[in-house]
């Protein structure tokens, strides 16, 4: 076969596989999707899609006319990020998840709650190497470190009703909830299943997954899916134990495609007002795309790959003035300004995350980034506004105890390498190396 010849069918063949064609039928009510007609293991966080092969791990009851899931893991970690700005830590991420849904005035009727017991760490959260968002305290950013979750991550009821034997239209409501914008949260990934700690690219894809206050409706039909969010677009605050006032100041829209069941692929966008506590005055528009794969098999591969942007409506504020007589702070301040990693609006983040499974307690998981980050610096530093391309590779193991029951008990190690630009080889070292070693606990 001539090599044309064998590029058009391999085209052709990468075109069929993304034709959408029809799922499953769900197998009567009690194991529909919470939005539609379409096997319930399409679901994911808010209103998000998984690909269904993915599947719902967690346990599952049926007690009288309801269908009850609950779904939780823990891990007990152990880290020591490295270069100057890295340091030691214990601590625990965690989420436990409960939903319940049953037939109700010819639809679907579906309560949920996620909570986290992550405030306990304190508001700063654990070490997480160039990992900037949020604050501690109300007045100065958190940086090289991942904030905690709230207690309340998700008080939200939904309702769907059929429209055909295919089409759906559906509401949320969520105190807090997850808007219709980005890929399913992290933690709710089987891509990301077996890492103890949060993306780097956290805000620029998936941050909204808290959000007090929000309603988002949708249609779905076969294995298309078009929803709108009206939303609290602010960061939840410091205060990691209480419910915030709702309001609903922000708009996001997704449109998500499971053309196959081992294949889900999502673009979202979003206008933001003054997400940044610190900088209330600020409102980013966010734009995120993503694919994510849940093979079947030996390995049973999981792999997402997402993209996000988010464009600043102003510049963040220095501490250069407009005019100064300082001829040693008008040369700081044209240095701010310099190529390269000088100040911009628009920042981009790619990640890449994959797990296999290459024996039946074995697993093995790769999370690389690519995030231009400000805000390395404190807001009084002068280097604060400037951009940074940064790259981070993580990799790691984990081993599933043999131990019988309703959870799943692991052990594991994972370590990391970030390549920087040689401008932050005094604040974090050339090639600095972390590693993390954790106990895990699911319900299976």
Same mark, same amino acid.
């Given at each position: 076969m001539a090599a044309p010849t064998r590029l058009r069918a391999l085209a052709a063949l990468a075109l069929l596989a993304l034709v959408p064609r029809p799922s499953p039928a769900a197998d009567g009510p009690g194991h529909a999707g919470l939005l539609g007609p379409y096997p319930m293991e399409r679901d994911a966080s808010?209103?998000?899609? !998984?690909?269904?092969?993915?599947?719902? #791990?967690?346990?599952?009851?049926f007690p009288g006319s309801w269908r009850v899931m609950v779904h939780g893991d823990v891990f007990g970690v152990f880290t020591d990020q490295g270069g100057p700005r890295g340091g030691e830590q214990g601590f625990s991420t965690n989420m436990l998840m409960g939903s319940a849904s049953r037939v109700l005035g010819g639809g679907m009727f579906t309560l949920r709650a996620m909570g986290s017991l992550e405030p306990l760490m304190g508001p700063q959260g654990y070490r997480l190497l160039l990992q900037t968002g949020e604050t501690a305290d109300g007045r100065t950013h958190?940086? @090289?470190? !991942?904030h905690p979750h709230d207690l309340a991550m998700e008080l939200a009821a939904i309702y769907s009703h059929s429209l055909g034997a295919r089409t759906s239209a559906f509401a949320y409501l969520g105190w807090p909830g997850e808007p219709a914008l980005g890929p399913p949260a992290f933690m709710h990934r089987g891509s990301a299943a077996e890492v103890p700690v949060a993306p780097l690219s956290h805000h620029w894809l998936d941050a909204t997954h808290i959000s007090f206050?929000? &309603?988002?409706?949708?249609?779905?039909?076969? #294995?298309?899916?078009?929803e709108g969010s009206a939303f609290n677009g602010h960061e939840p605050d410091a205060a990691r134990w209480n419910i915030e006032r709702p309001r609903f100041d922000s708009r996001a829209a997704r449109l998500t495609v499971n053309p196959r069941p081992w294949l889900s692929a999502q673009v979202s966008a979003a206008e933001l007002r003054g997400p940044e506590i610190l900088h209330p005055t600020i @409102?980013? /528009?966010?734009?995120?795309?993503?694919?994510?794969? &849940?093979?079947?098999? /030996?390995?049973?591969? !999981?792999?997402?790959?997402?993209?996000?942007?988010?464009? /600043?409506?102003? @510049?963040?504020p220095t501490n250069c003035p407009l005019a100064t007589t300082s001829a040693l702070a008008a040369a700081s301040c044209a240095a701010v300004a310099a190529p390269p990693f000088a100040p911009s609006r628009s920042s981009d983040a790619w990640l890449l995350e994959a797990t296999v499974l290459p024996g039946r307690r074995h697993a093995l998981f790769l999370r690389a980034e690519r995030v231009e980050k400000d805000e390395?610096? #404190?807001?009084? @530093?002068? *280097?604060?506004?400037?951009?940074? #391309?940064?790259v981070s590779v993580?990799?790691?193991?984990?081993?599933?105890?043999?131990?019988?029951?309703?959870? &799943?008990?692991?052990?594991?190690?994972?370590?990391?390498?970030?390549?920087?630009?040689? *401008?932050? &080889?005094?604040?974090?070292?050339? /090639?600095p190396l972390s590693y993390w070693i954790f106990a895990s606990a699911r319900l299976r």
């Amino acid at each position: 076969m001539a090599a044309p010849t064998r590029l058009r069918a391999l085209a052709a063949l990468a075109l069929l596989a993304l034709v959408p064609r029809p799922s499953p039928a769900a197998d009567g009510p009690g194991h529909a999707g919470l939005l539609g007609p379409y096997p319930m293991e399409r679901d994911a966080s808010g209103t998000s899609w !998984q690909p269904e092969s993915a599947g719902m #791990p967690g346990w599952h009851g049926f007690p009288g006319s309801w269908r009850v899931m609950v779904h939780g893991d823990v891990f007990g970690v152990f880290t020591d990020q490295g270069g100057p700005r890295g340091g030691e830590q214990g601590f625990s991420t965690n989420m436990l998840m409960g939903s319940a849904s049953r037939v109700l005035g010819g639809g679907m009727f579906t309560l949920r709650a996620m909570g986290s017991l992550e405030p306990l760490m304190g508001p700063q959260g654990y070490r997480l190497l160039l990992q900037t968002g949020e604050t501690a305290d109300g007045r100065t950013h958190l940086v @090289d470190h !991942q904030h905690p979750h709230d207690l309340a991550m998700e008080l939200a009821a939904i309702y769907s009703h059929s429209l055909g034997a295919r089409t759906s239209a559906f509401a949320y409501l969520g105190w807090p909830g997850e808007p219709a914008l980005g890929p399913p949260a992290f933690m709710h990934r089987g891509s990301a299943a077996e890492v103890p700690v949060a993306p780097l690219s956290h805000h620029w894809l998936d941050a909204t997954h808290i959000s007090f206050g929000v &309603a988002t409706a949708g249609l779905v039909w076969g #294995p298309v899916k078009l929803e709108g969010s009206a939303f609290n677009g602010h960061e939840p605050d410091a205060a990691r134990w209480n419910i915030e006032r709702p309001r609903f100041d922000s708009r996001a829209a997704r449109l998500t495609v499971n053309p196959r069941p081992w294949l889900s692929a999502q673009v979202s966008a979003a206008e933001l007002r003054g997400p940044e506590i610190l900088h209330p005055t600020i @409102d980013v /528009r966010r734009y995120t795309a993503s694919l994510s794969y &849940a093979g079947g098999g /030996r390995g049973r591969p !999981q792999a997402t790959l997402a993209w996000g942007r988010n464009v /600043r409506s102003a @510049d963040l504020p220095t501490n250069c003035p407009l005019a100064t007589t300082s001829a040693l702070a008008a040369a700081s301040c044209a240095a701010v300004a310099a190529p390269p990693f000088a100040p911009s609006r628009s920042s981009d983040a790619w990640l890449l995350e994959a797990t296999v499974l290459p024996g039946r307690r074995h697993a093995l998981f790769l999370r690389a980034e690519r995030v231009e980050k400000d805000e390395l610096f #404190p807001s009084y @530093d002068p *280097f604060h506004v400037r951009v940074f #391309p940064l790259v981070s590779v993580l990799a790691g193991y984990r081993y599933e105890l043999p131990i019988r029951g309703p959870v &799943a008990w692991g052990l594991g190690a994972s370590g990391a390498v970030a390549l920087l630009p040689e *401008f932050l &080889a005094n604040e974090y070292g050339r /090639r600095p190396l972390s590693y993390w070693i954790f106990a895990s606990a699911r319900l299976r």
